[in-house]
Every structure is written in C-alpha cells, then in structure tokens.
C-alpha cells in the first residue's frame, strides 16, 4: 500500500531542525578539530600524514553536511527534490555519527595519559594565556578538579636543564669515542669511581649534539635524589605538554607518554650522578628511535643491566693522558717539572689532576714542590686543593669530601659499620690490589670486632657482602682474587685515623700477610702481591712494624723478592729496611745485624760477590763481640762468610772454615739442628766443588741418613738432600745411579705433592738432564718440554724455573742434531730475560753467554767473541772488575779466541784471563796454572819463544809451590821449559826463564843432578853474552857452595864450578885472582884426579889466558910450561888443542914484540901444522902469516915474500874474494905504497 506523502509544513520544519543541528555541530566539531591539531603537533617532528588527513577530513565533512542542512531549509520551495526524505534523514544520521565521534576524539584529548620527560632544573617560562578553557565534569563519586591545560609553552628546539661548565684542556678519551661512535638512540649508563670524569664525558657528548643541531630536546638532571628526578619531570611535562600537573607521578606519566609517542622530535636525557639504580625504577624513558638516554653513577649494580642499555666504564686517565692534560693546563716547563710523577701519586684521578693544577696555579708552585707536599703525611688532602669556593671548573665538592661521603654511605649499607673497618685495612696496603684473602681470614675478623665492643666479631658473609658494597659504591675494586682502593681513597681514610688505629692494624694485616705466604713459592703472581703489599704495609704504618722488634713479615717479604730474582728490588728493600731497623731499633740490635746479613747475602747472589765477602767479614766480627762466638746468628754468618769466600774463589778457605763453624754447631745447637745439618750440607757442596766427589757424595749421604732419622723420608729438606745425593753420584761418574735416584726421586715427591709441585717440577727437569748426560738427548729434549708445559700451566711462562728450563732445553736440543733451533730458542728466552728482569741481571748475563757459546760452536765465532766482550763490559760496569762471572765470561772469550786460531787474539784473551785469574783465585789455582800452559803455548805459537818460556818459567815455579818438586806436572814442565830456553836466540831474553828452569831442576832432580849442572852453567854464559859478569859470578859462588855443601870441595862437580868462578873473577876485572884461582883448581884437580884428567888442560889453559891479561912474561912462559905439558899428556902433542895452546903463547910473544922467543915457537908450530894438515889448511895461513908479520920489521923481504905465498895459496884454496885473501891483498898494497 503506497505512503502517504509528508506535510510539507512538517517537512520545512524537519529540515529547518536539521539545518540548526548541523551548524552547531560544524562549529563545535570545527573548534575541537583546531584543538586537536595545536595539541597533537610535537614538539620534535611532524604530524603523520594519516592523521593529519583524519583532522581536514573531519573539517570539510562537518562545513559541507552542515551547508547542507542550511540549503534544504531555503531551497526547497525552488527545489523539490531537496524535500526528500531519504536526503533528510541522510544528512540527520551523517550529523550524529560525526557529532559522535568528534565528542569521542573530544573525551581523548581530555583524558590521554601523560608521557614521560626526565626532570628539567631550569626555571620554566612564565604561563601563556589560552584560548582554550578548562572543562569542568561532574564525576559520580564527587567533584573533581582537572589540572589546566595551555599550549605548549617551548620553542624548538629546546634545552632543559644547566650542563656543567666544560672543562678547560678537554681530551679525547677511550669513553667519548665509544658514545659517539655507538647508535643515536637506546640508553647508556657510565659507570666509574668518583672524580673520573663521568658528567664531563655526558656533558661532552651532550654539548656536541646540541652545537650540531642534532637535538630537538635536551634534558639535563642531576639525579641524586629520586624527588631531584620527579621535580624535573614535572617542569619537563608542564612546560612540553603544556599541562600542569600538581601531582609529580602523573606528570611523569605525562611527559614518559609523549616521549613514546612518534611526534618526530629528536631528544636526549642525561641523569647525572643517580645514587641508585631504585631511584630510576618507573622514570625510565621509554626505547624510542628518536631519543637517547645517558646515566652517569658511580654505582655498580646488576639493576643498570637490561636491554637496550649498555654499560661504559669510566676509568682514570692513562698516564699519556694524565700528561696531555696537565701539558695542556700547566704550559710552561717550569711547572711541568716531575709532572709524571705527580699523576702517579694523584693515581691519575681526573678530578684530582684538575684540583692540584688549580692549587699549583693559585700559589704559583711546581709539581715538583706540589710532589713534596703531597708527600707530607702531616699535611691532610684537604690542604693540598683549592679552598671551597675557588674550586676549578664548577666543582662543588673537593675530592677528600668526595670521597669521605662515599665512605659514610658505605658504611650505612647492611652489614652497617663494616666497610669502614675494610676500607681502613686496605688504605695500609697497596692501592694495586692485597689479596681477597687479608680481608675474608680469621685475623682482620678480631681486628674489625676490635671497632664496635661488644658485638660478636664480623663473619665471613659480612666481610664479603661489606666488600661488594664498596665495589658497588666504586670504593674499591673487587674482583679476580684481589681487592684494590685508589689511593686517594687510601689517603682520605689514613687521615682519618689515630696513632693507635694504624699500630693495631699494621699488627693485623702483618700478622694475616704471614699467614697467606706459601712455605713453597710456586705462584709469581700471588707472591708478588704478598710483596709489594709487605712494602706497602710497611711504607704507611712507619715504624709500627718495628717496635718493639721488627715483625717477621718484613724478612718475609726480603726473602720473597731475593728468591723471586728480584736483586736490584731485594738489595733496594734490605737497604731501606736496614736504615729503619738503625733508626728505631739502634745499631747493635741483633735484628739491625740479621739485617746487614741479609743485605749482605743479596748482594752476592746478585754477582756482587766480593762485597758480600766483605760485609759478612764485618758482620760476624759485629755479632761476635756483641753477642758472643756462640751465638745462633754469629755461627749462621759465618756459614754465610765461609759459601761466599768460596764463590769468591778460596773454595779450600771454604771447607776450612766450614769444619770450624761445623764443630761449634755440633757443641752449641746439636747434631740434630736444622742449622747444623744445614752446615753439612754446605761443607759437603764445597767438598765436590774442589773435586773431593767422593768425599762429598758420602757426606751428602751421611746427611740423608741423620735427616731421614730426624725429620723422616717425606720432609722437604730431606728431599732436598736426596737431590744432593743425586747429583754428586752423577758428578762422581755414576751417571745411571744419578738417573735412578732421581727417579724414585720424582716418583715419591709425584706420591707426596703431585706431578705439579713446584720441586717435583724441578727434580723432573734434572732426571732429565741426567738423561741426557747418560747418552740419551732425545729423551732429555722430550722430557724437558714435558717439564716445560707443566712449569708454564703451573707457574707461569715468565717464572725463574720456567725460563731456567728453557734454557736447559735449548742445550739439549743442540746437542741433540738441532743447533738452530736451539739458538732461534734462546733468542727468544733472551729476549723475555731482558723485558723480565732487565739488561744486567745475572739471568740475563748467563742467558746472554750461553747464546754466544750456541754461536760459537755454530760456527760464528766473530760472533761469539763480540758478544762475549760486550758482556765481559756490562758486568765489569756492574760491579767490578773482581768478580767470578766476569772470570767466566773471559775464559770463554779465550776459548773461542783460541778456536778462531789468531795467535795475537788468543794471546790477549789468556793475558786478560790469567790477570782475572790470578787476582781472584790466587796464581797456584788449577785454573790459573791451566790458563799459564794456554799462554804459553800461544806465545811461542806466535813466534815469541822468550816471552813463551818466561811464562812456562812462571808456571813452573807456581806449580811447584801448588804440587811440590815430586808431582809430575813440574817434571813436564821442567822438560818442557829446557827445550824452549835453549830455543831463545837473544841472550837477554833467556837469563829470566834459565834462571827459573835453574831453580826448579834444582828442587825437581837435585843439585848434583847433571841437568842442573848444565843449566847453571848456561845460565852463567847467557850472564856473560848480556854482559853482565858479576850476575854470572853471583850465579857461580852460589853454585859452589850448592856442590861443595852437597858433593864436597874436592868433588869434580865443584871443582868445574870453582874453575867457572875463576873464569868469572876475570870478567869482572880482577885476571890475578882468576889466574890465581885456576891454577889451585888445577892443582886440586891434578891431586884429585890424576895427571890424565880431561879437566886438566881446561883449568891450566885458564891460568894461560888470566897471564896473558897480567901481561908478566915470567909468568905466562910458566903458565905455558904447564898448560902445554897437560895438553900433550891428556890430548898427544899433534891434538889440535895442543896446536892451539902453541898457537896462543908464540902470537901473544909476537905481539909483545919477543922475537927471538916467537919466531922459533912459530916455525916449530909451522912444521907440524905442515906435516899434520897440508900446507892448504886455514891454521897453516895463520901460522905463516903471524910469521910475517913478527920478521917483518927485521927482514921485510922475507916476510913480504912470505906473505905473497899466503896470498896466492889463499887465492888458489878460498878464492880471490874471500875476506881474508881480500885482507891480505890489502895489506901487501899498504906496504907496497909505503915502500
């Protein structure tokens, strides 16, 4: 059925209703639609392009469906179609669907939850007017008031907050690169002790994004309160969202909201110095692409960790660049003096560096002078940085109230009043780390109960969680076995205690410091700790570790560094400590005298082996008249002086004095005393080292037996002489016996301690040099590295024993067939010698000679030798000329210099050595007298047989008063020295060696022994040939008397000896008593041995020859008479001496001028030289010359033709240029002329 149509009244009527609606809601949607835009553009982008469409979509359907309203009111009458129905009620429902949702979008804006922005500090803007007024509603349980809301109060972009003022000389640092390298967005929290620099580093980064217009929104909150962060979040949200919220947490919630959200606004929030991470719980902002969060805390806590968040710690300066910044503050080099030093004292704490610079600045000082009073210990922190208000670069705390409020809030923290007591502990100790163990044992427990009376002691759990609190709070740094405080730290609570905390403490910590040191020092790393914290212990506590005596941790820790091979630390330390010891406890304490020992015993084993002698010397005269001869101490320095002149070279001075202090041991302590034992066991060392092995492999053994009885089988020094026993039965020659000892050895100590304990590991690697010394080296290189990997698991690679095995290792594996492996090895082990130990450590050194004794032998002597002398320097520098390393490195010098084969070089090398030698050891050594031979030989070598037997002369005489006259390295010596002296061709050269060769025959073989006969009378006649006559008759006086006290005066030794004094009595210018001489030893000689004696015609032709000198014609005819009538009876009157004694008288008559007695003695002498050898025999020219010459001046014819005769049967037998015809011509020419 069809409708009936409307009214059109109703209709107008409808529409006009429609009309009015439609404009009120476009006007209302229009105004909400403006609010929505202002309030939903952010302050750090743009507005979505979505929404954005939302809003001018909604604006253009509210103008045109109101217009419609408003067209179908008035054009209907004109219209028609615009009287529709279905048009109307389209228009009505389209009205109240957008009424609808714009009262929806309405109720949004009024109640959207806050976003979160982090506190702001500065003063917000004042309020703005609005246009938008407040909505009041009326709730169902009451009335309720909403905060007004403006619009947003900042323009972009916008700083919130006051960054600290930058730092003046500002550095790159590890941490700034790291923020600014890492991703724009996310959170980061630094993490660091106080005054590292952490606000500096966020205000850094944060003043950068700023200055590069990378920020919309900075927000700066010192957070060290949580009521400091909710009061800046409020003025943050206020002034951002322009809501003022009267409650903080909704504030909060506002401004943590609008940071969610993605307006576009690029932002950056830095909480500075948040006390606890408690205090951010429900503030944090939220992960947006668009903003990034800093935290700077100096707590450590698990809380800060979560995603999204890294952690950066913020470590001191480096020292480069503690001096980069104090270059950059101080300038000039005036005040730069000991710059480098001050950082280290100021533990390169940034916050400190800044504060002393300014302090330095303000009073005009240096750093030097800023060191010495920093130094002070009666100045405290306070005093050394600028007064409060002028503190440098806004600080608003010095750095003693820093810390000293961090230590208050420690100490707050469950367990209450236990950090402080640790924190006091450790300021006694190095600011480097004091082992985890100090604090947790049972000794720093009673000293921290000692601090709060009456309340049970501190128990191990509230030691640890103490401990963790000041790690949180950056008190200390805990981990890794060791607990460590900065120094300053250190200082701020030294300052704050009394006299009487820091004895009772000291006592503490010395006490817990003994108690941790291992009897066996297998863990470098551990007892270096000990060590320095013993150094450090005693350095802050003054002289509360010695009084009333020195604790025994201060010896402890001397030991410890001397073991460790510390020397240059060890001597430093005992030198400090004995200045102390003098000091507090005086001189002639017997702890200052146990302190010079010890010195004194560090200085010889660090190569300084004549002062360790000298020193001991002076010490046991010291303990001898101060505490007796039977003194404990007196009889320990002794066994200490008594080693130590052995190691200097007097080993037999050794034992000698180790037999006395034995015997007195015995009397004082016992048999049985760990110290007498000790005693034996050094006599018995000393006893194998001058060769006695046998004596010294029964004395070890003796000792084995009375340790086993007094300490049992498994006690470490019964161990210990087991090792002994070992090693000499190896020296002794009985290789397998050391092989097997050693092994069960290292099997029982492998049963008691394990294949890792430290002596186990050494007795392992002496089984395996046994090894190789009983013909195996490759099972010596294989056990060596399986010694070696374990020393370098177990105690390190840079351990002493580890380094000692390499270089076992390296000689095994040359020895082996692999000579450049074995160098390339101890190249390397040198090289860690030098960066462990240093250049002039013995280590090194021995390290350095052994890699020149791989050269050499590897053919590279040059080498070899250039090292070797460049190590014989650096340890004469060192300490000294007299020392025994430096005898060792020059007998290897002479070794290769002998091998390169240069008789100059190898001279000068065994020169050097015998000098070294014969200082040290004394120039009847074996050593020495070896060195000798070796000279000697390579003297003559090189062409120098004089200097060569004057040398063997010297050995001969040492060896002598070494061995006596009936061993037999004399005799070779002797037998030896008499070939090369007769090989001497200069006289001179020859007198020194004959006259030793003289004596020493004659202790050798006797004086009546024919050789020693002979070699005086040489040494005689090479007295005569140098001209030096009464030397020789000095030598023939003492050679009479030598026979005539041995054979007796008519003995036909002495009588030739007494005809060679004649002789000699002539030379020195006296002929008549010569003559005189000769005739009675020819007269004795005569009566003792008959007419015919041999020995006859030599003493009377002696008588001849001294009348000849006298020149008394009487007498020489006499003395001719007799001589000649011995001649002819001993030789027969045709023996060519015969003819010689003839000879002699008739030219001497010719001379004299006696013609009538010489002219028949010379033709008589003629005829029988004509008749025995022809008339061409030289003696015949002679006679027929002399001839001439005597009738020359009484019957020149025949004697000019006699002459010519000679000259031409010269000419015929020697040749017309022979010297003597040459001679002859010329004299016939003169008298030719003269004619």
């Known amino acids: 059925m069809p409708r009936a149509p409307m009214d059109p009244d109703r209709f107008d009527a409808l529409n006009l209703t429609v009309a009015l609606v439609a404009l009120a809601v476009s006007l209302l949607g229009t105004r909400i639609a403006w609010m929505q835009y202002a309030l939903q553009r952010g302050p750090l982008g743009r507005i979505a392009r979505l929404r954005r469409l939302w809003i001018w979509a909604s604006i253009v359907a ?87 809301v403006h619009a947003s109060r900042v323009t972009w972009p916008h700083l919130q907050g006051r960054l600290p003022q930058s730092a003046g000389s500002l550095l790159q640092r590890p941490t700034d690169t790291s923020l600014s390298t890492g991703p724009s967005n996310g959170t980061t929290v630094l993490v660091g002790m106080a005054g590292v620099g952490k606000s500096q580093i966020a205000a850094t980064y944060a003043r950068r994004k700023w200055t590069d217009h990378t920020l919309d929104l900075l927000i700066w909150i010192p957070a060290s309160t949580r009521n400091d962060i909710l009061a800046a979040y409020t003025r943050a949200a206020a002034d951002i969202t322009g809501v003022e919220d009267i409650d903080s947490g909704a504030a909060a919630e506002r401004l943590l909201g609008w940071l969610a959200k993605p307006h576009g606004r690029r932002w950056l929030i830095v909480f500075d110095d948040v006390s606890t991470p408690g205090d951010l719980t429900g503030l944090w902002p939220p992960d947006s692409p668009q903003g990034r969060v800093l935290v700077t805390t100096r707590r450590r806590e698990s809380a800060w960790e979560g995603p999204g968040r890294d952690l950066l710690d913020v470590v001191v300066f480096t020292p480069a660049e503690a001096s980069a910044y104090l270059k950059g503050k101080l300038v000039t080099a005036r005040r730069l003096a000991a710059a480098a030093e001050m950082a280290t004292d100021l533990g390169h704490l940034p916050l400190a560096l800044a504060q002393a610079v300014a302090y330095i600045e303000d009073l005009d000082l240096t750093c030097a002078r800023y060191r010495k009073r920093f130094a002070n210990r009666h100045k405290r922190l306070a005093e050394l940085v600028p007064e409060h208000d002028a503190l440098p670069d806004e600080h608003i705390a010095s750095i003693a109230t820093t810390w000293s409020l961090s230590i208050e809030l420690a100490d707050r923290l469950r367990p209450t009043g236990v950090a402080r007591p640790l924190l006091e502990l450790a300021s006694l ?330 002596y186990t590991l050494i007795n392992r690697a002496s ?210 020295l008499a070939g090369w002296c007769r090989s001497i061709e200069n006289a001179g050269d020859a007198l020194e060696p004959y006259r030793h060769l003289l004596i020493g025959q004659a202790r050798i073989l006797g004086p009546e022994d024919e050789r020693v006969i002979q070699t005086g009378a040489r040494l005689s006649r090479l007295c005569e040939v140098n001209n030096d006559p009464q030397r020789s008759l000095d030598l023939y006086l003492a050679i009479v008397q030598d026979r005539e006290r041995h054979f007796g005066a008519d003995h036909p030794h002495t009588l030739v000896a007494r005809r060679g004094v004649a002789k000699r009595w002539g030379l020195v210018g006296q002929p008549r008593k010569a003559r005189d001489l000769f005739r009675r030893v020819r007269d004795d000689q005569l009566r003792v041995l008959g007419p015919s004696a041999q020995a006859l015609p030599k003493s009377s032709m002696g008588v001849l020859r001294w009348s000849f000198v006298l020149g008394e014609l009487a007498g020489v005819l006499d003395a001719y008479e007799i001589t000649l009538d011995d001649h002819v009876r001993v030789f027969g ?99 030719a002329d003269a004619a």
């Open 62 to 148: 509210v103008l045109l469906l109101g217009g419609w309203g408003v067209l179908a009111f008035f054009g209907s009458a004109r219209v028609p179609w615009l009287r529709s129905t279905t048009m109307s009620w389209a228009a009505l429902t389209a009205l109240l669907l957008l009424g609808s949702l714009t009262f929806v979008r309405y109720r949004h804006l009024r109640h959207a939850p806050p976003t979160t922005v982090e506190a702001v500090t500065n003063p917000s803007p004042a309020p703005l007017e609005s246009d938008a007024e407040a909505v009041i509603g009326i709730a169902a349980v009451g009335l309720h008031t909403h905060p007004p």
């Open 429 to 758: 100790l190095d600011s480097h780390g004091a082992p985890i163990e100090l604090f947790t044992g049972l000794a720093i427990n009673r000293a921290a109960a000692g601090d709060r009376e009456g309340q049970n002691p501190f128990d191990a759990e509230d030691i640890g969680d103490a401990l963790r609190n000041l790690h949180r709070l950056h008190l200390a740094d805990v981990g890794n076995g060791s607990v460590r405080v900065h120094s300053l730290v250190q200082r701020v609570v030294r300052e704050q205690l009394t006299t009487a905390d820091v004895d009772r403490l000291a006592l503490t910590a010395a006490d817990a410091l003994t108690a941790l040191w291992p009897d066996d020092e297998t863990r470098p790393e551990e007892t270096q700790s000990l060590r320095i914290n013993t150094v450090a212990l005693h350095h802050h506590t003054g002289d509360a570790l010695l009084s009333p005596r020195a604790h025994g941790v201060l010896f402890r820790a001397g030991r410890s560094f001397g073991e460790a091979g510390q020397y240059d630390a060890v001597i430093h330390y005992y030198k400090v400590l004995d200045t102390h010891v003098r000091n507090v406890l005086g001189p002639h304490h017997v702890q200052s005298l146990t302190t010079r020992a010890n010195l004194a015993l560090w200085r010889g084993r660090s190569g300084d082996v004549a002062a360790a002698v000298k020193e001991l010397a002076l010490i046991a005269g010291d303990q001898t008249a101060l505490l007796g001869a039977d003194h404990q101490n007196t009889l320990l320095s002794r066994v200490a002086l008594a080693h130590w002149r052995g190691v200097n070279g007097d080993a037999s001075g050794a034992v000698t004095a180790l037999e006395l202090v034995l015997d007195d041991m015995r009397r004082v302590l016992g048999p049985e005393s760990r110290h007498t034992l000790a005693c034996r066991s050094h006599l018995a060392d000393w006893l194998g080292r001058t060769g006695r092995t046998e004596a010294a492999l029964a004395a070890f053994t003796g000792i084995l037996a009375d340790q086993i009885k007094v300490y049992g089988p498994d006690y470490r020094y019964t161990m210990a002489t087991r090792d002994n026993v070992a090693l000499w039965l190896g020296r002794s020659g009985d290789i397998k016996g050391a092989v097997s000892a050693y092994e069960a050895l290292v099997a029982d100590q492998t049963r008691l301690h394990g294949t890792d304990q430290y």
């Open 767 to 976: 089984l395996a040099g046994w090894r190789g010394k009983a013909g195996d080296p490759v099972a010596a290189v294989r056990e060596y590295e399986e010694v070696l990997d374990d020393q370098r698991r177990v105690l390190g690679p840079d351990h002493p024993s580890t380094r000692a095995t390499r270089a076992s290792l390296a000689k095994w594996r040359k020895a082996s067939g692999s000579p450049e492996i074995a160098i390339a090895e101890l190249e390397l082990l040198l090289a860690d010698q030098i960066r462990i130990d240093g250049d002039d450590h013995p280590r090194t050194f021995k390290t350095r000679a052994d890699l020149a004794s791989f050269y050499g032998g590897n053919g590279e002597v040059d080498r070899a030798l250039k090292m070797l002398r460049e190590l014989h320097a650096a340890q004469t520098r060192l300490h000294g000329p007299d020392q025994l390393v430096n005898i060792q490195t020059s007998a290897s010098i002479a070794h290769f210099a002998e091998q390169k084969g240069e008789p100059k070089e190898a001279i000068a090398a065994f020169e050097a050595l015998l000098a070294e030698r014969s200082r040290m050891s004394g120039p009847t050594d074996p050593r020495t007298l070896g060195t000798r031979i070796k000279l000697a030989y390579w003297q003559r070598r090189g062409g120098d047989t004089a200097k060569a037997a004057m040398t063997l002369a010297e050995l001969l005489t040492y060896q002598l008063d070494a061995f006596g006259a009936e061993h037999d390295d004399p005799r070779r010596t002797s037998t030896r």
């Open 1133 to 1231: 009157a045709d023996h060519v001496r015969t003819l010689a004694v003839r000879t002699a008288c008739a030219r001497w008559l010719a001379e004299r001028g006696e013609v009538g007695l010489a002219a028949p003695m010379l033709r008589a002498l003629l005829r029988d030289q004509l008749r025995l050898f022809g008339a061409d025999n030289p003696h015949a020219f002679g006679t027929r010359t002399a001839l001439a010459h005597l009738l020359a001046a009484s019957e020149p014819e025949s004697a000019r033709a006699l002459l010519e005769g000679v000259l031409a049967d010269r000419v015929r037998v020697q040749g017309a240029n022979h010297r003597e015809t040459v001679a002859l011509r010329t004299e016939l020419d003169g008298r």
